[in-house]
């Protein structure tokens, strides 16, 4: 039963998601073939495409040399990343994104599943509150966490980059669970993905200290709580291996896997 649905979910992933449903805050897009070559600010490149069947006679693998050349035309983008997914009929890509160049980050798990499932009161430990913020200071609270929670240095250029995803207010929101103090222990993003049925839940981190005590859950319940008022029934996210395994004890399944390659041109 549950591979059926997994299969219906992936059915309805690759029909509304990849789209330009998945990029909203794109500045620029130019078609190359099947691809959708993305620019965003901040000198970002993104490289996606719809899914390729078995049957289809794209060759992906063709596209990469012309493609990165593309972007080598623009000083100003200095990341490239090439989202593929495991699903599709892309022989020879992989050898030919790291012929060019790129780099294969970790495979994850393509989650997805209702909202309504998520949206479970969960209690929170004494002292804990969640909210909805907006202010500068309290993102780049939020993102000092997430960049220390995973290990890597303070980035003024992650906060940046969210800071202007606020500006063009595309929807997205942000949510944080905070101690009596209001230090942020726990938080994630909602992306409300216009004209589809699918919201996304992202960049879910929790203080290690604070883990195991129902605070992300909660926070995630919060988030498809949200999802649900703007109307939104499913809930889809590229999840690690960490995360994998509580999503789907809450009710998401893995219908797929993503990897991401990144190109840097400070790298080359």
């Known amino acids: 039963m549950q591979s059926l649905l997994a299969a219906e979910y992936l059915n309805i992933y690759d029909e509304q998601l990849r789209t330009d449903a998945e990029t909203p805050s794109a500045v620029k897009v130019q078609r190359l073939g099947?691809?959708?070559?993305?620019?965003f600010t901040g000198g970002q490149g993104?490289?996606?495409y719809p899914h390729i069947a078995h049957t289809?006679?794209?060759?992906?693998?063709a596209l990469v040399g012309e493609a990165l050349a593309y972007y080598l035309e623009q000083p100003e983008i200095s990341d490239v990343e090439w989202k593929s997914r495991g699903h599709d009929h892309a022989p020879g890509l992989h050898e030919q994104l790291l012929a060019h160049g790129f780099v294969?980050?970790?495979?994850?798990?393509?989650?997805v599943g209702r909202a309504a499932d998520l949206s479970t009161e969960t209690p929170l430990p004494a002292g804990v509150t969640l909210r909805q913020i907006f202010s500068e200071d309290d993102v780049r609270a939020?993102?000092?966490?997430?960049?220390q929670t995973f290990g890597e240095a303070v980035s003024t250029r992650h906060a940046e980059e969210i800071l202007r995803r606020l500006a063009t207010a595309d929807g997205m929101q942000l949510w944080v669970a905070e101690d009596s103090t209001g230090t942020i222990l726990s938080a994630g993003r909602l992306?409300?993905?216009?004209?589809t049925d699918f919201a996304g839940i992202w960049g879910g981190a929790t203080v290690a200290a604070y883990r195991g005590q129902g605070i992300y859950r909660a926070l995630t319940a919060a988030r498809a709580r949200a999802a649900l008022e703007l109307g939104k029934?499913?809930?889809h996210s590229d999840s690690t291996e960490y995360s994998r395994p509580i999503l789907e004890r809450y009710g998401l399944l893995?219908?797929?896997t993503t990897t991401p390659y990144r190109w840097s041109r400070t790298q080359h």
């Open 56 to 61: 289809s006679d794209t060759n992906l693998a």
């Open 191 to 195: 992306e409300p993905v216009p004209d």
């Open 104 to 111: 294969a980050d970790a495979s994850e798990s393509i989650m």
């Open 142 to 147: 939020m993102t000092a966490m997430q960049d």
């Open 46 to 48: 993104f490289i996606t």
């Open 34 to 39: 099947a691809l959708r070559l993305i620019n």
């Open 233 to 235: 029934t499913l809930i």
């Open 254 to 256: 893995k219908v797929s």
